[in-house]
């Protein structure tokens, strides 16, 4: 008799559902390098059948927009974060290490597909999650769960866990944007300090996590 792991197992992909996957992440890949190379406004369902050379009909068949293209982008990065997450915060129970594992994992995930992950953020209003189910909207309940623990254990301060992880999610983000954007953020304002990325994450992860703590673990 099958173990109840053994019904619950997914039927592996057919041949046809393979090469359909594979055509989607080659065309994601093109679109990332037209990114990273021309930018946002060179990304389009035209230049992207150029680029893969599928005709547009083609091409339609797996996107049916620049929008589509844009979402599944960022679908890609937020499926590697949360796996990355899980991975390092396994065997954590502490809401501050938690917290702490999970904004390197967002830094570090970002830092290493640079590309990816400022397309992921390239006019997000055009281009939001429109599944609750989707990894990115995932991805934001796990640090909203992680911050709701921190406050039911006592170690975060009494306070909006939606808005703190929103705050949170803030801070990170930014962070990531600059170090990737602004080659200056590790040069001191008269030029004489010079920083690592280690240095500037470390002390900004600390300083985020001191604002949720709780009174008397200050």
């Known amino acids: 008799m099958p173990s109840q792991a053994d019904t619950c197992k997914p039927e592996p992909a057919s041949p046809a559902e393979r090469r359909h996957q594979r055509v989607r992440n080659s065309i994601i890949a093109a679109a990332e390098k037209m990114f990273a ?74 830092l290493e597909n640079p590309g990816t992950y400022l397309m992921s953020y390239s006019s997000w209003m055009d281009h939001r999650f429109a599944d609750e189910n989707s990894f990115g909207n995932l991805a934001a309940a796990k640090l909203e769960s992680l911050i709701a623990h921190g406050i039911e254990s006592g170690t975060f301060r009494q306070q909006d866990a939606a808005l703190a992880s929103k705050s949170v999610w803030a801070a990170v983000h930014g962070l990531t944007s600059l170090l990737l954007q602004v080659a200056e953020l590790k040069t001191g304002i008269d030029g004489t300090q010079e920083y690592s990325n280690e240095d500037i994450i470390e002390f900004h992860i600390n300083f985020m996590i001191n604002g949720l703590r709780s009174d008397n673990m200050a």
Not at 64 to 86: H, P, Y
Request: charged share 30%; proline share 1%.
């Open 37 to 110: 190379r021309e930018g946002e406004l060179a990304v389009s369902m035209r230049r992207l059948a150029e680029e893969t050379d599928y005709s547009p009909a083609a091409l339609y068949k797996y996107f049916g927009s620049k929008a589509e293209v844009f979402n599944a982008v960022r679908e890609s990065f937020f499926e590697r974060l949360i796996t990355r997450i899980d991975h390092a915060t396994e065997n954590q129970h502490d809401a501050c290490a938690m917290c702490r594992s999970t904004a390197r994992a967002y830094i570090e995930t970002a």
